[in-house]
T-cell receptor, first 115, second 112 residues
């Protein structure tokens, strides 16, 4: 009963490097989200997906790309990392209607440092 | 877009009652929810209000007034383990836009 699993948990990058964060959920949820959390700024939505093969921009999408090729996986990519992308990244998933759409299950987070 | 405001910090003693207010602005309101986060760990769902009124879940209650664009989370009989950050969140239901946006969070510190 894993819920939402994020890999890796920690990563240090140099400016300009690229990387991909993987999110996997086993609850058959339609919706998946990527948030970043910085001190004093709460959770800010980067990108989200309302179903397999679909993605949409959130509040802070610049510098990130996503893909949802399979329903259970949601990938977040950084093509050319910048120090401003140092943050904790949370993936979440939810159902697609009623209360289920408002109950997000979060992963444990991925802590990324860009030097 | 959406914006949410909540206090940044609240401190209280064990056994006390704390109320965390949340005011929001959104063009297509579809419910107010609350999440708890301990020490930077995974946020966890606490409660959800789609209609006006009070929802009670054990020591925690959540209230919503849609006409005032306002809600609150009430923590009763505070315990040390309630020290955490609490976030309100709103979903904007416009066409196919199902984004869930969060407030900046309220850090609750419970003192002995």
């Amino acid at each position: 009963n894993a819920g939402v699993t994020q890999t890796p948990k920690f990563r240090v990058l140099k400016t300009g490097q690229s990387m991909t964060l993987l999110c996997a959920q086993d609850m058959n949820h339609e919706y998946m989200y990527w948030y970043r959390q910085d001190p004093g700024m709460g959770l800010r939505l980067i990108h989200y997906s309302v179903g397999e093969g679909t993605t949409a921009k959130g509040e802070v999408p610049d510098g990130y790309n996503v893909s949802r090729l399979k329903k259970q996986n949601f990938l977040l990519g950084l093509e050319s990392a910048a120090p401003s992308q140092t943050s904790v990244y949370f993936c979440a998933s939810s159902g697609d209607r009623g209360l289920g759409a408002n109950v997000l299950t979060f992963g444990a987070g991925s802590r990324l440092t860009v030097l | 877009g959406q914006s949410l405001e909540q206090p940044s910090e609240v401190t209280a003693v064990e056994g006390a009652i704390v109320q965390i207010n949340c005011t929001y602005q959104t063009s297509g309101f579809y419910g107010l929810s609350w999440y708890q986060q301990h020490d930077g760990g995974a946020p966890t769902f606490l409660s959800y209000n789609a209609l006006d009124g009070l929802e009670e879940t054990g020591r925690f209650s959540s209230f919503l007034s849609r006409s005032d664009s306002y809600g609150y989370l009430l923590l009763q009989e505070l315990q040390m383990k309630d020290s955490a950050s609490y976030f309100c969140a709103v979903r904007d239901h416009r066409a196919s836009d199902y984004k869930l946006s969060f407030g900046a969070g309220t850090t609750v510190t419970v003192r002995a």
